[in-house]
Each structure stands twice: as C-alpha cells, then as structure tokens.
Nanobody, 114 residues
Framework: QVQLVESGGGLVQAGGSLRLSCAASGSIFSINPMGWHRQAPGKQRELVATITSRNQTNYADFVKGRFTISRDSTQNTVYLQMNNLKPDDTAVYYC????????WGQGTQVTVSS
C-alpha cells in the first residue's frame, strides 16, 4: 500500500501564489509518474501536471506558464508551485502516484477569490 498526504492548500486572492506538497510513503519501490489533478464543483476531474522519474513534465494548457511541478525523489515528494492564481483555479487538488497501480491522495482545497 502507498499513502499520499497533501498539504499547502488554502484561500488566496487572484494573482497570488500557493505551493502544494504531496508526500508518498509505504511500499514504495519506484514511483513513476507522480502528479496532480483537480476537480471543481460540478466538473470532472482534470489533469493539471505530471512529472516522471526522469523529471519530464507535462502540463495542462490552462496552467502553462503559471504552475510548476517538481519532485524530490529522495523524499518521494512532489510539489506544485502555483503562481498568478485565477478564480477558475478554485478546486480540490488531488495528488496521484503510480506504483504498480494508481494511488490518490485525499485532496486539498484551493480557493481563489476575485
């Protein structure tokens, strides 16, 4: 089993920044990839960003240039630096990791006020 614990969500004004963290623990041999999805009220969960074990990254178009995903492999932690936040970024952000199967974190709320 793998456990993912997210932190760093909160309330911020439009134009502000937040940094999300996700720490993985448990039966970890190799995590590839890790990343973030989000789900806004009434909408489907959508991919935000992904990072592989070789630090290859992929971003949704709506966050390119504003969000940066990074990874500390020694601590099995993935980060999401979110800058220039917009009200449309309001959602629950879920960390995920693939370790022979897909695991999800419990989610952290990000609220951006206008």
């Amino acid at each position: 089993q793998v456990q993912l614990v997210e932190s760093g969500g909160g309330l911020v004004q439009a134009g502000g920044s937040l940094r999300l963290s996700c720490a993985a623990s448990g039966s970890i041999f190799s995590i590839n990839p890790m990343g973030w999805h989000r789900q806004a009220p009434g909408k489907q969960r959508e991919l935000v960003a992904t990072i592989t074990s070789r630090n290859q990254t992929n971003y949704a178009d709506f966050v390119k240039g504003r969000f940066t995903i990074s990874r500390d492999s020694t601590q099995n932690t993935v980060y999401l630096q979110m800058n220039n936040l917009k009200p449309d970024d309001t959602a629950v952000y879920y960390c995920y990791a693939v370790v022979r199967q897909l695991y999800w974190g419990q989610g952290t709320q990000v609220t951006v006020s206008s």
